[in-house]
């Protein structure tokens, strides 16, 4: 959405010096200036392009930021949107670019960039200026905006359509009366298909209706983006060559630079350059079971994402002595080195503290490259010299040698480490092996080449503890490896999927904050830091509130991965936004199409008469509020009455919520006479449940129980005496109860997609979500490889595991699917005119078996899934009887 405010040097200038002031080759890239007018001075930020030249005219971009980049720093306007993607190029950037900031922080969120609005018209003169100081090309206007700024977009387009030469309004929306205005300019508009804050409808509904009139805008539909599409449009290239050409088509076979849920690394980079001030830690927020289910499909994963040179090193010379006959020697290795093959591991949680890590390493090699002996100085040893090699000790050619350790998990500087507690190897006699030298070259009395030979060959078979102390000195690096892969912080996303208002999304990051460890598992608690909402306005200290959710000790000791999130959380989140002023929303800027209906003056004059003796022209501010933080409580089973609900839900509460009515009579007045105020509080029983969109997606659904509870009443302002003081409570209750509907069951409010848990190799999926107080837990488990067979005739084939030979050949018959309860790839063969066609179906996929093009040969293929309309939604893992469950070991 939104964000506000960066610092500026002030630019004065005065007529005289009007002419000079137009800007050299050295005033380029991001210049901050002040606009002063009969309002005092207002911050504003120019880009000008590094090869400008006034010698030639340069297009120009009008930016309109979004409601979060509101205020008077003269920062924010740059921070999202056009900026971050101007930064990425800025050497190359072709166009001037102006950001205004809007100053109304309290005004119409899809009005404000109005050219009626005062900050809409200060824009305008803001472009003005930039093309007094610079050499602009009035042929190339082009004005563009996301979010707030995306309304104010259409209405630019619309107020001034001989004005600009292109419109480009993202994540938008805009009246589609507007269109017959408009339908000369050329349009390129964006939209995420999955925002959750403006609905795409609002910018459909302006491009059909140019559509309608004949036009040609271009209107792009990211399918899995949100809200913030301006992180795709301003990175796609082509919108900058079509912004210099609009009547040029868009080449659709550009590529874009980013695709959604994709992050490149200029986006992480953007993402991360954004303030991140903490404001609230809220302890045990999350907490996550690594049970012993799960540390088994890790350990699957470990021998494909361990790094080679972890297994690969070098050995310092190994310097001994010796004595034949009387004679002393000494014998010195040098030139040592190793590698081998980490092939399988083990990972399982056996006791208080500890966890034990098994690994297999394959084919061992350490090679020495030489070997010198040297006999001792005087009458019996001198003269004698020997040097041979090379050499080479093989281990685990036989079969794995394995190699175990101990490590305790623990937390540091809230980063989940652990710490070795012992280790345990021992070479078996029969898996190892010493060969050479290749080569002798000896000199002086009895240095016979074959005793020399015997003589190396023993002395390393009598070194085996010193070979076994070297393998085990592999170990610290694996477990340094093992600490990269739990990676704790896509938790977060769950945090902020839940929120289940219409506007303002926190900002959350986790943390390990407690670890225990049992028999059967590893359970951590995580905090979570929410950010400050205003970053220049934040508090010195983060907030430190009680904690929400379970200790580590106390979470349930399952075998099983799982989730637990305490929506409670959602009451201090909600708390700091009111405190900060910014839970509070014109009606006619929230998604809720009920919700508007309180600010349309029609409807509000038939449920407050009072307002008609104000006349025709009155208008009216309408304005949501909530005055008290959201509520998640335990709601028991409870049976009779109009309430019958058989297992324990959650509750929602909302306890006070404030629609403030404002008014005037005289549009040229700034003052707003209070007028009336809707008090009401609403709570609604809810079930968290699991729903398949398709057969590889799983989501948390919100299934709401029975009625909601709402109480409402209203009452005038303190001061008003009004002719009429019937206000229609049980028309407003029936609007109120109508957006609560509209938000819970289709909005913001109703699922939240869960992702697969990746572990590289292998990976889990949730197959469960339960209310368990003061928690929603999802369990996760394998997601399995499935097949269906599409053809008309029955599938052959086999299968094999990683560590497992090819299965007995299964029989799959045409329509039917074949379901593999696994946590890693599944190799599969089949038989095709004498020789095998071999594949690696992913963990987590679905393959088809069919023939897309009538009178090819069947093949494999990634099975086509389809979103369902209305997903199942289990309480319980589903079992499908037309599926064959078959474990592939």
């Known amino acids: 959405m939104l964000r506000r405010r960066v610092s500026t040097v002030a630019f004065l200038m005065t007529a005289l010096f009007a002419q000079a002031a137009i800007a050299s080759a050295a005033d380029t890239g991001f210049l901050e200036r002040v606009y002063t007018d009969d309002a005092g001075d207002h911050k504003y930020t120019v880009f000008v392009p590094k090869n400008y030249d006034e010698s030639k005219q340069w297009p120009v971009i009008l930016f309109l930021h979004s409601a979060d980049q509101r205020g008077n720093d003269g920062q924010a306007q740059v921070e999202q949107g056009l900026g971050p993607a101007i930064k990425e190029q800025a050497e190359t950037f072709p166009f001037i670019a102006v950001f205004p900031q809007a100053e109304d922080t309290k005004g119409r969120i899809l009005t404000a960039w109005s050219p009626e609005s005062p900050d809409g018209a200060r824009a305008l003169k803001i472009l003005e200026t930039v093309e007094k100081d610079f050499r602009v090309d009035p042929q190339q206007r082009i004005v563009t905006g996301w979010s707030m700024g995306g309304y104010g977009t259409w209405l630019m387009g619309a107020a001034m359509p001989d004005f600009w030469s292109a419109l480009v309004p993202i994540s938008g929306g805009g009246d589609p009366a507007i269109a017959k205005t408009i339908k000369d300019i050329p349009v390129w508009c964006f939209h995420g298909a999955k925002d959750p804050v403006v609905k795409i409808a609002d910018d459909q509904q302006v491009i059909d209706a140019l559509r309608k009139l004949g036009a040609d805008p271009h209107f792009t539909v990211y399918p899995e983006a949100q809200h913030d599409a301006w992180k795709l449009a301003y990175r796609d ?287 951590i608690v995580l905090g979570a830091t929410a950010a400050a909402i205003n970053a220049r306005q934040a508090p010195p200290r983060p907030l430190v509130i009680a904690a929400v959710g379970p200790d580590a000790q106390q979470v349930p000791q399952t075998e099983e991965f799982q989730f637990g999130l305490a929506p409670n959380m959602l009451g201090p989140l909600t708390q700091m936004l009111i405190d900060d002023d910014a839970a509070r929303i014109h009606l006619l800027d ?30 009216i501010w309408s304005e949501l509020i909530m005055t008290e933080p959201l509520q998640i409580v335990d709601a028991p089973a409870k049976t009779g009455g109009e309430e019958d609900v058989a297992q324990s839900t959650m509750r929602l509460q909302l306890p006070r919520l404030l629609i403030s009515l404002a008014i005037k009579t005289d549009a040229s007045s700034e003052t707003w006479t209070p007028y009336a105020e809707l008090e009401f509080s609403a709570s609604q029983r809810v079930i968290p449940t699991l729903q398949k969109p398709t057969s590889l997606t799983r989501a948390l659904a919100l299934q709401w129980q029975g009625q909601p509870e709402l109480n409402l009443q209203a009452r005038f302002a303190p001061d008003l005496k009004p002719e009429n003081d019937t206000i229609d409570l049980p028309r407003i209750r029936e609007v109120l109860l109508a957006g609560w509907a509209e938000l819970t069951e289709g909005g913001t409010a109703s699922r939240v997609d869960i992702a697969d848990f990746d572990l590289g190799y292998s990976k889990l999926r949730a197959n469960d979500i339960t209310w368990a107080p003061p928690q929603i837990v999802t369990t996760f488990g394998a997601p399995g490889v499935k097949i269906t067979n599409e053809f008309d005739q029955p599938l052959v084939y086999e299968t094999k595991g990683p560590y497992s030979d090819w299965s007995a050949p299964y029989t799959l018959p045409s329509g039917e699917s074949h379901y593999f309860a696994i946590t890693y790839p599944l190799m599969y063969r089949r038989q095709v005119n004498g020789s095998y066609q071999i594949f690696t179906l992913p963990v987590g996929s679905h393959s088809a078996y069919s023939a897309p093009i009538a009178g090819k040969p069947p093949q494999l293929y990634q099975a086509k899934e389809q979103p369902q309309e209305n997903p199942a939604t289990d309480e319980s893992p589903r079992k499908d009887s037309d599926v064959q469950r078959a474990e592939a070991e």
């Open 590 to 619: 929230t998604p809720i199409e009920n919700f508007k209906k309180l600010a349309d003056r029609q409807f509000l004059s038939e449920v407050i008469p009072d307002l008609k003796h104000y006349g025709p022209d009155v208008q």
């Open 237 to 523: 290239p082509r919108l900058y060559t079509w912004m210099l050409d609009p009547a040029a088509p868009v080449k659709s076979t550009a590529p874009l630079l980013a695709k959604p849920r994709d992050r490149t690394v200029d986006e992480q980079k953007s993402r991360d350059a954004e303030p991140f001030v903490p404001a609230l830690e809220i302890p045990s927020a999350i907490s996550v079971r690594l049970g012993n289910d799960l540390l088994k499909a890790m350990a699957e994963t470990i021998p494909q994402v361990t790094p080679p040179d972890v297994t690969r090193g070098v050995i310092a010379n190994i310097g001994q002595g010796s004595s034949v006959q009387g004679v002393s020697f000494s014998t010195t290795l040098y030139g040592i080195n190793y590698s081998g093959r980490l092939v399988r591991a083990r990972v399982k949680a056996y006791t208080k503290d500890k966890v034990n890590v098994q690994v297999g390493l394959s084919d061992v090699r350490i090679n020495i490259s030489g070997a010198s002996i040297t006999g001792s100085s005087g009458p019996l040893g001198g003269g004698r010299y020997a040097q041979a090699g090379p050499m080479s000790i093989s281990l685990g050619y036989r079969r794995p040698i394995w190699i175990s350790f101990d490590v305790t998990p623990y937390i540091v500087n809230q980063q989940l480490k652990l710490r070795l507690r012992g280790t345990y190897f021992r070479l078996p006699d029969d898996n190892w092996s010493v060969s050479g030298p290749n080569g002798i070259s000896a000199s002086g009395l009895g240095m016979d080449e074959g005793r020399i030979a015997s003589s190396l060959r023993s002395g390393l078979y009598g070194s085996k503890s010193r070979i076994e102390n070297e393998i085990l000195a592999a170990i610290p690096p694996m477990v340094a490896e093992l600490e990269k892969k739990i990676d704790l912080s896509p938790a977060g996303k769950l945090v902020t999927g839940l929120w289940p208002l219409p506007v303002y999304k926190p900002r959350v990051r986790v943390w390990p904050q407690s670890v225990s460890t049992d028999d059967k598992g590893i359970s």
